[in-house]
């Protein structure tokens, strides 16, 4: 008989966050390119798609705990989550996440 892996006890164990909200991800069904854009190219295209996204606060707690450092997430920017970052390091008491607005 095989042994099944539990997976959300590895989570703990490496200190991963459980990816389901993944699977409501508006990007799981849009140009994933959009998401990533090079130098000089918009990010609204990816912005706008995050702004329908039933799972973008998941998503943006997400990127800012494990400090996404490329491409769109939960709407944001890198150059934005750094702000966030900074903004709930002086606000000890919030965390990294914080509610989408
Ligand atoms: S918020 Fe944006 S990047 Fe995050 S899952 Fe939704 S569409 Fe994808």
Known sequence: MKKRINL???A???NVQALDWQS???CSQTDPDIFFPV???SSEPAKEACAGCP???PCLDYAL???ETHGI???TAEHERRALRRAARSRPD???GRKVG
């Open 94 to 96: 919030q965390g990294p």
């Open 73 to 75: 997430w939960g709407g």
């Open 12 to 14: 703990a164990e490496f």
């Open 8 to 10: 959300p006890i590895l």
């Open 65 to 67: 705990t494990n400090r």
């Open 39 to 41: 130098r000089g190219q």
């Open 24 to 26: 409501d991800a508006v």
């Open 55 to 57: 799972v973008r606060e």
